[in-house]
């Protein structure tokens, strides 16, 4: 056993590893933070349309704009990376108004009554919302620093 290594490192098998450079790449990243807010977003509009509906409502009452607004989101979070910086921009602020417009209703709810059913979720898109909106502005932000940092010369005419 000459050639023989031995190795005191322990072997990292399983998806351990996998697992957490994916949680870590979801908040250190612009595409991972945004579409892991979309979800957010996303899982309140299915928990207020579809899996808790209001009393007296049923699920297929709000068939059409849950889905509708579902789409969207779910299109927004698919197409977020394959596109530039300014249309970013504008998914992640559309998205973020929507995400906190939504949630409106469980802040009401919860002043009122106390949280219950989809009010949870409700509360979970404010914040979501709102890093969305951070991260447009933030996009939009980089764009008009980079924009205006070349030389721009204008020559008069006449």
Known sequence: MSGAHVTTEPVVRGYGPR????????FTTEVGLARTALAVVGLHIADDNFLQPNPGMSAAAHLGGGLTLL?????????????????????ALLA???????????????SEVGPSGDDFTGLLSIPAGLTLLGLGGLIFLGTAIWVTTFPVSFTPTG
């Open 19 to 26: 697992i957490r450079a994916a949680v870590r790449s979801a």
């Open 71 to 91: 789409g969207l989101v779910v299109a927004a979070g698919v197409f977020y990376p394959r596109v530039r910086a300014g249309a970013r921009a504008i998914i």
């Open 96 to 110: 973020g108004f929507l995400g906190v417009l939504v949630g409106t209703e469980a802040v009401y709810y919860t």
